[in-house]
């Protein structure tokens, strides 16, 4: 990439500048964010600096005395089956309708394979330039790919992110289609968090009066997506985000993330860090399932700071049949319908919801909002 224009100050960036050559130089580079910083950059390139309005806007609020106030629910699972289950729904009831965030502790993934799904990840993350080359690409079938900045060419500013994207369902992924550095540990950390994911659909189909197998039933649970995110040490982190302000498009998001920390939720006290509990695994409400619960449940925006310090590893599952073609319609549980609660939203099919969140990309601005109906 061409980095003779790097360091220019926000004030000094003139108004007239076009973004596109840069952008085009960094994609096709195939090197990622990681690569920047391995060729010793010591300013951010203009691509990737925040825009003056955006920084002017940020809230005040966050790391203030308030996070002491409000903290990320952590709900422990070893009740499931033998313990208090009323007592477990309804923590998680109180979660997924006011925070949209929890994590989860003794929820059957063993540490050793939490610690290998992480290594794999940094290991893909940090395989030589040439080698990772070979997966990059922006294709949007492909099954498996790396990248950076999957809205690139659409978001004000690139994040300072790089990801490896595996389809792992519901067609069963070759496991030969991965990379040899993180095959094993993803294959199995895959089939390990999808019990754990209908485990949690169950509690939230349960803290909604429905079946336990109700959302299973929807396909809910039926296929998912895994991303290893690798944020590299920023030279300049007040300027850029790891990621944009955003919502999840899918029903579920399951987060393994390491000791680094930075990533923050926001709620009426401003952005609340997510802290790095050794052991737990991070869950949140996505689009989708705000959408069919009919605004029950909280898909809530969050972000990621870039820092200093890392690399930052987080290993995210994203539980939805994303592109896989389906022709189920979804909209709001008429189970939770009545005269004085009517739909909100108006039926999509999941091609329609991600195309629409794909083609806006990380703007800030909740993809919900185009499929509510008119009041």
Avoid at 140 to 155: P, R, T
Avoid at 216 to 226: F, N, P, V
Avoid at 345 to 371: C, R
Wanted: net charge negative.
């Amino acid at each position: 990439m061409d980095v003779s224009n790097v360091g220019k100050s926000l004030t000094g960036t003139p108004t007239t500048y076009d973004r596109f050559p840069e952008l085009k130089a960094f994609d096709e580079s195939k090197s990622g964010v990681k690569g920047l910083v391995d060729a010793g950059i010591t300013h951010l390139p203009r691509i990737f600096l925040r825009p003056p309005e955006d920084l002017a806007a940020d809230d005040p609020v966050s790391g203030q005395p308030s996070q002491a106030q409000f903290k990320i629910p952590v709900i422990d699972l070893k009740d499931v089956v033998s313990g208090d289950r009323s007592g477990l729904v309804a923590g998680v009831r109180r979660a997924a309708e006011t925070v949209g965030f929890f994590q989860v502790v003794n929820h059957g993934i063993e540490m050793k394979v939490l610690e290998e799904m992480d290594a794999a990840a940094r290991g893909f993350h940090e395989l030589p330039q040439e080698v990772k080359a070979e997966y990059y690409t922006r294709e949007m079938m492909k099954k498996v790919k790396y990248g950076s900045n999957f809205d690139l060419y659409k978001s004000k500013y690139a994040n300072w992110r790089d990801t490896f994207f595996c389809v792992m369902g519901p067609e069963p992924l070759d496991p030969h289609e991965l990379p040899s550095i993180c095959r094993d540990a993803t294959m199995e950390y895959s089939k390990q968090v999808q019990v754990l994911g209908r485990l949690v659909f169950e509690l939230l189909s349960e803290a909604l009066g429905l079946k336990p197998d109700h959302l299973e039933g929807m396909d809910c649970a039926k296929g998912h997506l895994i991303l290893s995110n690798y944020y590299p040490p920023c030279p300049e982190p007040e300027l850029t985000m790891g990621t944009t302000k955003h919502s999840d498009p899918d029903f579920l998001t399951i987060l393994l993330q390491d000791h680094i920390g930075g990533l923050q939720v926001l709620s009426q006290n401003g952005w609340i860090d997510v802290p790095p509990v050794p052991g737990a695994l991070v869950v949140n409400i996505g689009d989708l399932l705000q959408l069919i619960s009919n605004d029950r449940f909280k898909s809530v925006e969050h972000r990621v700071l870039a820092n200093h310090g890392g690399p930052r590893v987080s290993v995210a599952c994203f539980f939805t049949l994303h592109l896989y073609p389906t022709t189920r319609v979804y909209g709001p549980i008429k189970e939770l319908l009545s005269q004085d609660n009517p739909p909100v939203y108006k039926e999509t099919t999941l091609q329609d919801f991600i195309a629409y969140y794909d083609n806006k990309g990380l703007d800030g601005n909740s993809a919900l909002t185009h499929f509510k109906l008119l009041p």
